[in-house]
């Protein structure tokens, strides 16, 4: 059944992906952090305008979602990651062409489509549908690429900029896709083996679920909701909370700075493990991390540097916990159209908490917001308790 997943070496196939997930991250959810300024500046189209562009692009993905992991569940990964690949080469070329903000956002909307077929989600279904119950490993694997993806692609953009201004940069980056992602799908990621034929003659898509299974499913899709607001508000919001604690710009920069290796630090202790625990451990153990962090924030500790690492270290794993707890909860069978399903309100969450969070320090004041922050990832720490009584249960109604 996996004779063709099995004829591309596995580390092969997961690096061509690993690549995948960095230009995908890199060319749309990190691609404002570069461009958004020198766009404003350039065009004299409003800021906030011009960063609500990923906002538009999240809410496009999150309603894509759940069609993205049936068609996987149905076709494999491949035609999508595929798809992924032209549409976000597409959508940067509308963006990189835009005559006016109206056109620029619908870019955007390409963006969002091509956003919602080719990031974390897409991918880990792609792998769920080629290697099954032994995908875990291939996930946590393709995590530690995706952790990359700031390091790379920040730095690309500035360049980018610097030679050939925000407009050439979009355009060079949909050429990466067309010639580098593009055939690192079709060349290196396998068809998905076969689907089991039911009695009248279809493919099975067959995402039913016990009663059980449904609170586990809802209780997954909370911990996504607070923990895709906590990862997005940190993004956009981190710099201007710290400097509200007298911390200088260069000084608040280089703290954040300390979260990307301490995601990737963890990410590396967790594949360490080679999957001896249960994943929900896992999950238990990333907002247990981001929670602390958080928390320290929030009351004002001493130690920013600490506390900065713990919430980037638990946020690195969260994104292993993410794609293997839905693996285990419900079984490589239903995983790719579950995990389409979990995806939507999480990146609804992604698009809207940075506006809540603007709108909470507007009102209400920075430590308002740390506050809310750590509220929220206990309040997922509890969340996570549940989805461990449930699990519970289940073994023992077994």
């Known amino acids: 059944m996996r004779s063709d997943a099995a004829g591309h070496g596995r580390l092969l196939v997961i690096s061509a992906l690993g690549v995948v ?12 952090a570069v461009l958004a300024g020198p766009i404003a500046q350039d065009t004299g189209w409003p800021l906030a305008w011009v960063v609500s562009g990923l906002s538009v692009g999240l809410v496009v993905a999150a309603f894509a979602s759940p069609w993205v992991g049936a068609t996987i569940h149905r076709h494999g990964g491949r035609p999508v990651l595929a798809l992924a690949a032209l549409l976000l080469a597409a959508g940067l070329v509308v963006l990189g062409t835009a005559p006016a903000l109206p056109i620029f956002l619908a870019g955007w909307l390409v963006i969002g489509f091509g956003m919602g077929c080719g990031l974390y989600d897409p991918a880990f279904a792609t792998l769920g549908r080629l290697y099954g119950a032994e995908a875990r490993p291939a996930i946590s694997t393709l995590t530690l690429w995706g952790g ?26 949909a050429g990466l896709h067309l010639l580098i992602t593009l055939p690192l799908v079709l060349g290196l990621v396998p068809r998905a083996p076969t689907l089991p034929i039911v009695q009248d003659g279809q493919r099975s898509d067959s995402v039913s679920l016990s009663m059980q299974e449904r609170r586990a499913f809802w209780l997954m899709a909370g ?59 896992t999950l238990t153990a990333a907002f247990g991390l981001v929670a602390l962090g958080l928390g320290l924030l929030a009351f004002g500790a001493p130690g920013v540097a600490l506390a900065l690492v713990l919430y980037g270290a638990g946020n690195g794993i969260y994104s292993i916990a993410r794609g293997t707890v839905p693996l285990v909860l419900f079984g490589p069978e239903r995983y790719a159209p579950l995990v389409g399903r979990l995806a939507r309100p999480g990146l609804v969450a992604q698009a809207l908490a940075p506006l809540l969070g603007a709108f909470v320090l507007t009102n209400s004041g920075p430590n308002t917001l740390w506050i809310m922050l750590a509220i929220l990832a206990l309040a997922n720490v509890g969340l996570i308790a549940s989805l461990w009584s449930n699990v519970c249960s289940e073994v023992d109604d077994q």
């Not at 997930?21 to 404002?32: D, H, K, M, Q």
């Open 21 to 32: 997930e960095i230009f995908a991250w890199g060319t749309s959810f990190y691609l404002p």
């Open 148 to 173: 990359f993806a700031s390091t790379v692609c920040w730095p690309l953009s500035a360049f980018l900029v610097d030679h050939l201004g925000w407009r050439g940069a979009c355009l060079a980056y």
């Open 223 to 281: 911990v996504l909701v607070l923990g895709g607001a906590i990862m997005a508000l940190m993004s956009v919001h981190l710099i201007t909370l710290l400097q509200a604690r007298d911390v200088a710009l260069a000084a608040a920069v280089s703290y954040g700075a300390l979260i990307g290796p301490a995601q990737v630090g963890a990410r590396i202790v967790e594949m360490s493990l080679k999957g001896r625990h249960h994943p929900l451990w």
